[in-house]
């Protein structure tokens, strides 16, 4: 069974940095292209990044420059560092398999999630 567990949130004041984590199993990491996503409260699912099987990576425009992912296929672990963090990046945030024939465009298998809150 395919499982992302993700950790690392919290509340945070605006300027503030997190580091989320997600520890993937039940498949072959090294073969998968990974991405978080995130939802926030009412609004649709939105790709944030992702990093494909030779490490390249793909980040939204919202986030391009504050954010940056990077894989550990020895612990299959994925995670996002989040800095200078806005009110607007409040929201759930999943890791999943990026399965797309273009990065951002489809995912499988989210996890839990982890939630992030940026306020004052």
């Known amino acids: 069974e395919v499982k992302f567990m993700e950790s690392g949130g919290g509340s945070v004041q605006p300027g503030g940095s997190l580091r989320l984590s997600c520890v993937a199993s039940g498949f072959t990491f090294r073969d998968y292209s990974i991405a978080w996503v995130r939802q926030a409260p009412g609004k649709e699912l939105e790709w944030v990044s992702s990093?494909?099987?030779?490490?390249?990576?793909f980040y939204s425009d919202s986030v391009k420059g504050r954010f940056t992912i990077s894989r550990d296929s020895g612990t299959n672990t994925v995670t996002l560092d989040l800095n200078n963090l806005k009110s607007e990046d409040t929201a759930m945030y999943y890791c999943a398999q990026d399965v797309g024939s273009r990065f951002g465009k489809a995912f499988n298998n989210r996890g839990q999630g982890t939630l992030v809150n940026v306020s004052t």
């Open positions: 990093i494909s099987t030779q490490q390249s990576t």
